[in-house]
């Protein structure tokens, strides 16, 4: 077995070294050795950024891969990293990842041993991973058992409880009746926190801050519970004001043996989902520290958990910490403890889903430096985050280095699809020190360049830069309060402006040269100034809107090569620019009055997207006059309309029929989330212009309706 020399194996025989839940001390016991069936065929059920990170890190320990797809994902990069794949079924997770009978006959089919669910889909479903173990193939996770205990909020509270790790003050109770969950609300006492005992990813949670609020909250989350979950039960638990979310790493073998490898700050959230993650916390002390991991490794023990887990924890501004939940599965933001710990956790599991022992014991793991993990998003950050899909028409990434990670399943040219989860990549870097680690992560998020969809890229910027982040000044309502600085409106200089006009200028003079071809004189001085003239300077004006803003440009050619631009009433710029391109990546540097400032530019469909060190921003050109004439499809009034791309779900009107304002109209799925679309106004439905199950585009027109006040 001698993974790194560190167990002991002789004649059947193991040392069990185990984590003392008192003294933090190894204990030592002789035990039958757990069997070892090395690992030669893996399938990852599952897609995207995770399936391309397991495949990675099997192949280089020279395990064979087998991938999955669905219809929509034919393509995909995780197809085609993998060395053989199986189609599943339709683009709907349930017609395809979520069948459990078509990944276990995949398994089948290809020879592979085990099974790596990644998170999400089948990563903690209770029946798949006790199916998996009665079809004689290796589910690369924890036993059944522990993601059935860890699975269901009260149970895991108990059983943590009795396991001595600290659990916030609560009811977990089976008696749901109205009366006694606000008999118990009343003991708890307010803000009180609402939960849905099967909840996860903020789904059937509320906060009821007074007695007045309890019923509607609890109805509520109730009513989203149910739909999440197929389960109403819920929990009371006292609300911490201004909490900080900490989880710790932790790992188990089959040996019995435990470690943690430290803990991630979670705190700033959305939609109470993570965006940005980093290890170790900021401003956790030392001794905090060690209580956290311990207590982490406390639950682990209490479920028998083997495997990569991680024990999710409530902290309040004292450092003083409460059990929340643990999820019995690898986390998207593992990456952050690999880079501070050294490790490579996907090995780590699958080694210990062979029989193997921990490679590390608690001893020999260190911290080292600070990370940071940034979610990429295809969202509308300004529109309450509102998810997004599309193409991925332009997509450059910072350059990949032992100390930046571009964890992704997508390359330029891809769709994120409105099927799945619109997370585009997480941007992951390293350094000495979280100062150090924050400007590397700014710095990578400006080279963070996409162009086709609404991004999270410049929200992110703006975060990572205020103040309190910088301070370390993190917790769960982050956002809001801070909302208005994280939100601000962006100042379109005249040297944007110009940047822009003379990105335009000097592409259209590029595209000509190109053109010509070998026809061109090389002695003409048309040649060398094509916008050159005889007796008189050439002059061009344009159009450019951004933010709402349209700005009239005047630029006049001179005739050293450099320009004269006036934006509006403005004063003059002189101004001289050059366009240059390097791996891929277009730039342009402007020389205005003395003054060079550089960015990088894309031109595409008449847009002009410049990407800065502070932020990305774009112009439109003008359209010509033909082009306006021909109409763009505008989307007819008296209709409600797509908020983003989507399937249909649900029709809930029929043409003929009247609405009110506000009236539920359509029920739509997009990225994992249901949408009620609702009637702008009072009227006529005059027609529906879809049916279930059709696929919209964003602002397409749902239904048609003649208004109350034109009947």
């Known amino acids: 077995m001698g993974l790194y020399g560190i167990r002991a194996c002789l004649a059947g025989k193991y040392v069990q070294r185990s984590l003392c839940t008192t003294c933090n001390s190894l204990s030592s016991a002789t035990k039958t050795a757990p069997k070892v069936t090395p690992l030669s065929k893996i399938l990852i059920a599952n897609r995207g950024e995770i399936a391309c990170r397991v495949i990675r890190s099997a192949k280089r320990l020279g395990i064979q891969t087998v991938a999955v797809y669905s219809d929509a994902d034919r393509n995909a990069m995780h197809v085609d990293m993998a060395d053989s ?38 990563s903690e479903n209770v029946e798949f991973a006790e199916l998996c173990s009665k079809e004689g193939i290796i589910f690369i996770g924890p036993p059944a058992s522990a993601i059935r205990d860890m699975g269901i909020k009260s149970t895991s509270k108990h059983i943590m409880s009795a396991a001595g790790v600290p659990v916030i003050h609560g009811y977990h109770g089976e008696d749901q009746s109205l ?13 009180l926190m609402i939960k849905a005992v099967r909840g996860g990813g903020g789904k059937g949670m509320r906060i009821a801050y007074t007695p007045g609020e309890f019923d509607s909250q609890l109805e509520s989350a109730k009513r989203e519970a149910q739909k999440s979950f197929g ?24 040996y019995d043996n435990y470690v943690y490898l430290f803990e991630r700050d979670c705190s700033v959230q959305r939609r109470h989902q993570k965006i940005i993650e980093e290890a170790p916390g900021p401003g956790i002390s030392s001794k905090t520290r060690k209580e956290l991991g311990e207590a982490a490794v406390r639950a682990a023990r209490a479920v028998g958990y083997v495997g990569a887990g991680t024990v999710e924890f409530i902290m309040d501004p004292q450092q003083n910490f409460f059990f929340m939940e643990m999820n019995t599965r690898l986390q998207v933001e593992h990456p952050v403890s690999e880079m501070i710990t050294g490790t490579d956790l996907v090995e780590w599991q699958l080694r210990v889903a062979a029989g193997e022992p921990l490679p590390l014991d608690q001893s020999q793991i260190h911290l080292n430096g600070h990370a940071f993990e940034a ?3 295809a969202e509308e950050p300004k529109n309450n985050f509102l998810p997004g899909a599309g193409p991925l028409l332009h997509l450059i990434t910072p350059k990949p280095s032992s100390d930046v990670r571009v964890e992704t399943g997508v390359a330029q040219g891809d769709v994120v699809s409105v099927f799945y ?29 996409i162009v086709g969809l609404n991004t999270n890229v410049d929200f992110l910027m703006e975060l990572s830069s205020h103040p309190k982040f910088i301070e370390g000044d993190v917790h769960t309502d982050f956002i809001s309060q801070h909302y208005n600085d994280l939100f601000p409106v962006k100042s379109i200089t005249d040297n944007l402006v110009s940047q822009a006009v003379l990105a335009c200028i000097l592409n259209e003079l590029k595209v000509s040269s190109s053109q010509q071809g070998s026809t061109r004189d090389p002695h003409s001085p048309f040649t060398s100034y094509p916008m050159a003239r005889l007796n008189h300077s050439c002059q061009k004006s344009m159009k450019m809107t951004c933010q709402g803003v349209t700005y009239d440009v005047v630029v006049t050619c001179c005739e050293n090569g450099s320009y004269k ?13 050059r366009l240059s391109e390097s791996d891929n990546v277009t730039s342009i540097e402007l020389n205005a009055n003395g003054e060079i400032t550089k960015s990088r530019v894309v031109l595409l469909n008449g847009n002009v997207h410049l990407f800065t060190k502070d932020g990305s921003v774009t112009f439109a050109t003008e359209k010509p006059a033909f082009l306006k004439s021909l109409g763009q499809g505008s989307i007819q009034q008296g209709g409600a309309v797509a908020p983003m791309p989507g399937i249909i779900e649900k029709i809930l009107v029929k043409d003929g029929e009247e609405v009110q304002l506000g009236q539920p109209l359509l029920v739509m ?41 034109k009947k």
Request: proline share 4%; with cysteine; aromatic share 8%.
């Open 85 to 122: 794949a199986v189609r599943l079924g339709p683009a709907a997770s349930v017609e395809s990842y979520l069948r459990q009978d078509r990944v276990l006959e995949a398994a089948f089919k290809t020879g592979a041993q085990a099974i790596h669910p990644g998170y999400g889909f089948l």
């Open 179 to 191: 009366e006694r969950l606000k008999q118990e609300a009343e003991k708890i006492g307010f803000p």
């Open 231 to 254: 389960d109403q039960v819920m929990l009371l638990e006292r609300y911490v004001e201004r909490p900080r979310h900490v989880e710790v790493q932790v790992f188990g073998d089959k």
């Open 375 to 377: 979610r990429i998003y």
């Open 421 to 449: 989860d619109p997370m585009i990549a997480k941007l992951v870097v390293w350094s000495s020190d979280r100062a150090s680690a924050l400007r590397k992560l700014r710095s990578c998020l400006s080279e963070y360049n």
């Open 565 to 577: 631009l006036k934006v509006g009433e403005s004063a003059e710029i002189l101004a001289s620019a």
């Open 669 to 709: 799925i997009a990225m994992k989330m249901e949408y009620v679309i609702r009637a702008p106004e009072a009227g006529v439905i005059e027609k529906v212009n879809y049916k279930v199950g059709d696929s919209v585009a964003k602002n397409a027109a749902l239904v048609r309706f003649v208004s109350a006040d």
